[in-house]
């Protein structure tokens, strides 16, 4: 392996990008933009959020699927963001138990 020329976007790691890659002009190869498959997967998943063609809800689906568990690691921007949009998610599903019970407890009281 050779020297560590790269900056990983979204975990801030080091790594080594080959010449081919990086001077590739037609396309940008993921290796220019992050370490791993699952951080470029990170990257899509955010990039398109940010972008608006994907919706919290999917997004949060996407999330769910990555290997998060360096998340305290990444770059602060993408932990921040991440974070925000994961939260989201558990407000989410604690109105939905909240209004589950309060329907439940009308039905009873129906009866």
């Known amino acids: 392996m050779g020297e560590l020329n790269a900056k990983c976007s979204i975990c801030g790691k080091k790594y080594h990008v080959c010449h081919t890659c990086s001077n590739t002009i ?3 190869p993921w290796r220019k933009i992050t370490d791993t498959t699952n951080c470029y997967k990170i990257f899509l998943i955010l990039r ?3 972008n608006g063609y994907v919706d919290k809800e999917s997004t949060i689906d996407l999330l769910n699927g990555c ?3 360096e998340l305290d690691t990444y770059e602060d921007n993408i932990k921040n ?3 925000k949009i994961l939260k ?3 407000v989410a599903k604690g109105k939905r138990k909240s209004k589950l019970k309060e329907s439940e ?3 009873e009281n129906d009866e």
């Open 48 to 50: 398109d959020y940010t």
């Open 88 to 90: 989201s998610e558990t």
């Open 105 to 107: 407890t009308v039905n």
């Open 26 to 28: 037609s396309f940008t």
């Open 67 to 69: 290997d998060l568990k």
């Open 81 to 83: 963001t991440i974070n």
